[in-house]
């Protein structure tokens, strides 16, 4: 029988070309394109006066050069707001470029188009802008404050007020035995990826076809975007995404500007042309995200069992808001937890700034949630004596209360929230175990009489993962035995070639190697959503688990009519159909691919085997009603609700007593995605997602000055662990809970290393120091600054 592929460590098939310099990027492709350079602007809020183009139009090698005044039809109006929501009453976006106003620094004001990118960005350094400078918002307080308006017709900055909840949260907190009040803060921070954006077009005037290659997240949404702002039928534009090198949430958002101009420039000059986005650029220019500032109030007993939580809290969406209010609605929702509360009331606020905008990063508001309500636990434990585990063990959802719905809470897809599957007592025991919880006063002992500061901190999360509406799946089995897998949404390195390849050699019965996927092509797969959110194994694979079914349903079928079997008497092993016991009897796929596909012409010796005088009944079609030519299937996977994933990181620190630095021991994270397809894969993502949540909560943040410049807007400045900074071992368990949702039982696992990283390390500084911990990140400038506010600058035990 052929080995199973699910469930095996099986090495990506990706890596070898990718980490030898043979992958293909955007900045790869289109040799000879003509270069677009973009002029944004060095102001965070200002109105436009004048633009004067006229010195760049004789500058030699300059093709084109537009500002606002050159777009017309959809191009002159606003970029989409692709998320609507009832609540974002006052959503705005931004225009391809600047229409007579700028609102953040790196805002696009107007592009050249050159034979070179050193000749376009020579060019846009020689026009001239006059403008009327406006007092910009900067921060959460400045908006919330509102003595400036970001824009004037937005009262109070306020993009949005949204409500949800259940119970009655404030009279259950007022009749609480304890309660406690805490004010947190997360500061901006952002996704980084390896390669910034990057888009090349091609116009073919012939065929009046545009093919557009871009490193996205999306290119599904970038076809629908581009057809629409062109005027051009969706059939006639293609959308391609190359080797994308990461993404984290900044390459979800569709169109950026560029996706627009790109293209409009390729059709209006019929050349290729090409945009590359330098680091500068991504830094002012792309997206950021995590800012929050945040307000509970919560009630509970004397066991630590939450009774009502007022959680409120005040979200920096940037200058503009394209992706809607995803961001604050997950942070609403995703703040329960694994926790059973039966008075919760959210209200958050939405604010408009003057600085980057704000759009999903890695976690997108689970990290920001799950800080609020790990603080929390912290808190209760401490106000009562009891061991933070204790605390949160009393508050768990049992694995007998499956599914579990959060009384009216709707989730970010607009559906109930209800959680699928889970086992949370599990994962804490799990948890413990993995760093000895149960010895740690011992080892804090033993490191006091050295002289050290070590503290343990514990983060518990639930992710709602596999978000809808849909994905599809292709399998194709071709004439040589080799299998074709194709699917919409894209792939920035989370190893969806392996993955896939080993779900449909599984369902079809082939040998993993004989498997070819790709993804991110609208000309195979025209209808996609996109790969965020934590779902493409779910979504993407569910799809492919339909479609291979589908495959094998009709290879079998055809295989029982040639070989005058039942179609119960037979299997699929390596590619070879075969009557069970009996495996002399059998015909491979390859053949069975020429077979379903009778033709009139022969053109090689296989295909001689197919034509309408070697194969069929004379007496029946040669296509059987309800058939197709070929050997295929086609499927669609749509869930009803979401798949949630859940689990728990511990960390044990070491606070520095002199220089506040802070070192991790030790770092231990348990998970539950459900079945595991390739669980090499999932610890990949658990490798990296923590290495991320270690720069959130220790180093990255985005310091933008009171005049709205951000001051860290390179790699010199912008704090990033290295590898000496990131734990050398994190010690991982696996708990599966499958999910009743779909075919394999998977849920998300992208996301799950970054989410509870912030919560883990606060929770854990804060054991170091008895001091605490409020906002993150936190620097050990500003640890020691902290030290000296509770008196004690060299703190001992």
């Known amino acids: 029988m052929t080995t199973k592929s699910i469930g095996e460590p099986i090495a990506r098939v990706e890596d070898e070309r990718l980490v030898t310099g043979q992958g293909r990027y955007s900045d790869d492709l289109m040799p000879g394109a003509l270069e677009m350079a973009v002029l944004r602007s060095p102001h965070a809020h200002a109105r436009i006066l004048s633009i004067d183009v006229d010195p760049v139009l004789d500058v030699p090698g300059v093709q084109a050069v537009y500002t606002y005044e050159d777009l017309t039809g959809p191009m002159a109006a606003p970029l989409p707001l692709l998320i609507p929501h009832p ?87 007022e009749k609480a035995p304890h309660s406690l009040v805490l004010d947190l803060e997360i500061e901006r921070s952002a996704g ?107 009630g509970f007993d004397d066991d630590g069992r939450v009774l009502g939580i007022n959680f409120e809290f005040w979200h920096d969406n940037g200058a503009y808001t394209p992706y809607g209010l995803i961001v604050p609605i997950i942070t609403s929702a995703q703040f329960l937890g694994p926790y059973k509360i039966p008075n919760y009331r959210v209200v958050f606020e939405s604010l408009y700034t003057n600085t980057v905008i704000v759009t999903p990063y890695r976690g997108a508001g689970r990290p920001q949630a799950v800080y609020a309500m790990e603080r929390m636990m912290d808190a209760i434990a401490q106000h009562l004596g009891l061991d933070r585990t204790l605390v949160r063990e009393n508050n768990f959802i049992l694995p007998e209360d ?28 799990k948890a413990k175990d993995l760093v000895r919880w149960s010895e740690f006063e011992r080892i804090r002992e033993d490191a006091r009489a050295e002289g050290r500061h070590v503290g343990i901190g514990i983060a518990c999360y639930v992710e709602g993962t596999g978000v809808g509406p849909y994905e599809g799946g292709h399998v194709t089995v071709e004439t040589t035995g080799k299998i074709k897998v194709s699917t919409g949404l894209t792939s920035q390195g989370q190893g969806h070639q392996t993955a896939f390849a080993q779900i449909v050699a599984d369902e079809l019965g082939v040998r993993f190697e004989d498997i070819e996927v790709v993804t991110g092509d609208t000309r195979r797969s025209p209808y996609s959503v996109g790969t965020f959110a934590s779902r493409a194994a779910v979504m993407s694979g569910s799809a492919i688990v339909l479609a291979a079914r589908k495959t094998r349903a009709k290879a079998l079928r055809l295989a029982a009519e040639a070989l005058e079997a039942n179609e119960d008497d037979l299997e699929i092993v390596d590619g070879v159909v075969s ?72 960390v044990i620190v070491e606070t520095d007593p002199e220089t506040a630095e802070v070192s991790i021991l030790k770092y231990a994270v348990v998970h539950d995605c459900g079945t595991l397809i390739n669980p090499r894969i999932v610890e990949g993502q658990i490798h990296g997602g923590v290495a991320q949540g270690v720069g959130g909560a220790l180093y990255e943040r985005m310091e933008y000055d009171e005049s709205g410049q951000l001051q ?69 400038s500003e640890l020691y600054e902290l030290r000296l506010s509770h008196g004690s600058p060299d703190k001992e035990g």
Request: charge should be negative; proline fraction near 7%; aromatic fraction near 8%.
């Open 402 to 429: 499956f599914p579990y719905a959060h009384g009216e809470m709707t989730f970010q897809d607009g559906r109930p929230l209800v959680y699928d599957s889970g086992n949370y007592p599990e994962l804490m025991s």
């Open 712 to 780: 860290n807007a390179s790699f010199m400045d912008f704090l990033m662990p290295y590898v000496t900074e990131v734990p050398k071992k994190i010690d991982i368990d696996h708990l599966v809970t499958p999910s009743p949702l779909n075919p394999l039982g998977i849920k998300g696992a992208g996301e799950a290393g970054v989410i509870p990283t912030s919560a883990a390390f606060a929770s854990a500084i804060e054991d170091a120091e008895g001091i605490t911990i409020t906002s993150m990140p936190i620097s050990p």
């Open 579 to 650: 009557v069970k016991g009996a495996p002399g009897v059998s015909i491979d796929l390859g053949t069975l691919a020429v077979l379903s596909n009778p033709l009139r012409y022969a053109f090689d010796e296989a295909s001689k085997a197919a034509t309408q005088f070697a194969v069929g009944d004379p007496g029946k079609p040669p296509v059987a009603e309800g058939e197709e030519p070929g050997l295929e299937g086609k499927d669609f996977y749509s869930p009803m609700r979401s798949t949630f994933a859940s689990g728990i990181h511990a």
């Open 192 to 298: 980084t990826p390896m390669e910034g954006r990057g888009t090349v077009a091609r116009w073919d005037r012939d065929l009046s076809r545009l093919t557009v290659w871009t490193s996205t997240q999306t290119s599904t949404g970038v076809r629908n975007a581009i057809a629409s702002k062109l005027a051009l039928p969706l059939s006639q534009v293609d959308v391609i995404t190359p080797d994308v090198g990461g993404g984290f949430g900044t390459k979800i958002v569709h169109p950026w500007p560029e996706e627009l101009l790109v293209p409009f420039a390729a059709q209006a000059l019929g050349r290729p042309v090409k945009f590359i986005e330098d680091r500068r650029e991504h830094f002012i220019s792309s997206a950021h995200e995590r800012g929050q500032q945040q307000h509970l109030e919560v």
């Open 87 to 173: 609540a974002l009453v006052h959503g705005r976006t931004q225009y391809a470029l600047a229409k007579d106003e700028v609102n953040y620094v790196g805002e696009a004001i107007a592009v050249v188009v050159a034979d070179s990118r050193y000749i376009a960005e020579d060019a846009v350094g020689l026009i001239q802008v006059e403008y009327e400078f406006l007092k910009p918002v900067v921060g959460i307080d400045n908006a919330r404050a509102a003595d400036q308006l970001v824009h004037e017709d937005v009262p109070g900055n306020i993009a949005a007020r949204m409500e949800q909840g259940f119970g009655d949260a404030v009279a259950a907190i």
